[in-house]
């Protein structure tokens, strides 16, 4: 199965070019599905499929046309589905607060809670084989980037706190529950921590995997949203996720020329140059500015008659660069990782544990040492053009 995951700074077309994407692909044959992981879901609206606002039909795969479902993630679906216990218990606490029953129970919704329930998804299709492609319509960078994390958090989670927590809880219980208001966590709460971690398996494999996941940043050809996207670029790296395509929509036309628009044409031409220089040699797209919203199963087949043109196979796999390598040098040891736009001043490295973390503005990447270079340290970070090289040694 190919996991497409689509994402960009809000309003840029994210959820047109899934879905033109994912008609694009059902039109070939390929058994596809399009999943919106943006809290504010568009998907149906994109396709016009139904008249309520808050309809849930598509929290479940919902069939549009042959070889294409829709999928939206629907936080309060999921929460009796996947999430029952630790909200129960989240809520429970809350309403300790003081707070009514409502109110507890909106705030008992994580950050992440989402998130993690379309990754769980995208694993269970993946285990049954549903789809030959899943298309990821994400919420904007910020928040598609706490998505992909979101694995290796959790996993560090169960591996390093979970354990723990739950065998010191078990041994002060007794005494905690004579001394606190605060109701402790139940052996519900940890089987059903244990069952999603059990249902997450393996994905932070499938996202790292350039064979299955590609990442596409879908742009303006304006200058604030190309910063966000280059931005979105090293961060994605970072996480151990590999972009293949920029897409720039809403690109103007020739026709403008001369009219109103004519400056606007000329400032994104010059953008759209010097895009290429940033991402090469990732390809940047362009997709054309329509004369009206893309909304609708007509329109977005004319969309998709767009994509056609740029990219005929959109699930085809034409990016498998590692993010990041460990390589032996004249008797060091390297990691090398490519990290465009990113300056020295910027990186910030050190150990936890047997792995090296490096930050890389607000971001951080926990890069998990090999047991052999498990006992080694950072020593020096240098640059080779874009790549980042950072040496291991003995700590001094
Ligand atoms: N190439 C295009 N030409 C004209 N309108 C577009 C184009 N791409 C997207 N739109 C419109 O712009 C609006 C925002 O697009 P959307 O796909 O919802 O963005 P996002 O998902 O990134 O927030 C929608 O009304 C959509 O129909
Ligand atoms: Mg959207």
Not at 26 to 48: K, Y
Not at 163 to 187: H, K, Q, W, Y
């Amino acid at each position: 199965m190919r996991i497409l995951l689509y994402s960009g700074k809000g309003g840029v077309g994210k959820t047109s070019i899934s879905a033109a994407t994912g008609l694009q692909l059902a039109r070939r044959g390929v058994r596809t599905l399009v999943m919106s992981v943006d809290p504010a879901h568009s998907l149906a609206d994109a396709f016009a499929l139904k008249a309520g606002l808050f309809d849930p039909a598509t929290a479940d795969p919902y069939e549009v046309r042959p070889n294409l479902h829709v999928q939206e993630v629907n936080i309060q679906v999921e929460l009796k589905r996947h999430w029952r216990e630790i909200a129960g218990y989240l809520t429970s606490v809350l309403r300790t607060t003081g707070l009514g029953d409502i109110e507890a129970e909106e705030l008992a919704i994580l950050p992440g809670m989402e998130e993690l329930s379309a990754l769980m998804y995208v694993n269970q299709y993946r285990k049954q084989s549903t789809y030959d492609v899943v298309i990821l319509d994400c919420a904007p960078t910020a928040e598609s980037l706490r998505f992909v994390a979101m694995p290796t958090t959790l996993d560090w989670y169960m591996k390093h706190v979970f354990p723990t927590e739950r065998r010191v809880l078990n041994a002060v219980r007794p005494l905690l529950n004579r001394m606190s208001p605060v109701e402790l966590p139940t052996d519900a709460y940890f089987a059903n921590m244990k069952e999603l971690f059990t249902k997450l398996e393996g994905i932070e494999t499938v996202l790292q995997d350039t064979t299955m996941t590609s990442v596409r940043l879908v742009s303006n050809a304006e200058r604030m949203v190309v910063r966000e996207t280059q931005r979105a670029f090293v961060y994605f790296l970072l996480h151990g996720l590999t972009v293949d395509t920029i897409l720039v929509n809403r690109v103007l036309p020739e026709e403008v020329d001369g009219s109103f628009l004519g400056a606007q044409r000329r400032s994104q031409q010059q953008m759209l140059g010097e895009m290429e220089g940033y991402f090469h040699p990732v390809p940047v797209r362009q997709v054309p500015m329509f004369a009206e919203e893309v909304v609708g199963l007509e329109r977005l087949e004319q969309l998709a008659d767009v994509l056609d043109t740029l990219d005929p196979d959109p699930a085809a796999v034409t990016r498998e660069v590692r993010p990041y390598v460990f390589e032996r040098r004249d008797g060091r040891h390297q990691v090398r990782m490519d990290v465009p736009f990113v300056e020295k001043g910027e990186v910030g490295l050190f150990k936890k544990g047997d792995e090296l973390v490096i930050e890389l503005g607000v971001q951080r990447r926990h890069v998990g040492l090999p047991t052999s270079l498990a006992a080694l340290h950072p020593t020096r970070a240098t640059f080779e053009g874009q790549t980042l090289v950072i040496e291991l040694g003995e700590a001094s």
